[in-house]
């Protein structure tokens, strides 16, 4: 069982920066594959980038490629999500989310655990 509790969410204007993180319980957090998802109001909830469990492979939606950079402390049990150039666009709840020993495809069905999503605002 892994729990997953996401911070750093707010309100930034437009070609500004945010950096999310991601909390998660338990001692095998390096065993995981971790991803963030996002969720604008009215629409479903999106793949955003994924980091592997070893680390060493990265995966990003097309739409915040060069801009997010997703990134895992292990020995913090955290993963990150630096945003920059944010757009209104961006706007969403942000989801952490967790697979055991996944690949970093970003179909939502695979991931098991999930946190309560931290609120991203970007105003124009």
């Known amino acids: 069982q892994v729990q997953l509790v996401e911070s750093g969410g707010g309100l930034v204007q437009a070609g500004g920066s945010l950096r999310l993180s991601c909390a998660a319980s338990g001692r095998t957090f390096s065993s995981y594959t971790m991803a963030w998802f996002r969720q604008a109001p009215g629409k479903e909830r999106e793949f955003v980038a994924a980091i592997s469990w070893r680390g060493g492979s990265t995966n990003y939606a097309d739409s915040v490629k060069g801009r997010f950079t997703i990134s895992r402390d292990n020995a913090k049990n955290t993963v990150y999500l630096q945003m920059n150039t944010l757009k209104p666009e961006d706007t969403a709840v942000y989801y952490c989310?967790?697979?055991?020993?996944?690949?970093?495809?970003?179909?939502?069905?695979?991931?098991?655990?999930w946190g309560q999503g931290t609120q991203v605002t970007v105003s124009s």
């Open positions: 989310a967790a697979h055991q020993y996944g690949n970093t495809y970003g179909y939502i069905e695979t991931y098991d655990y």
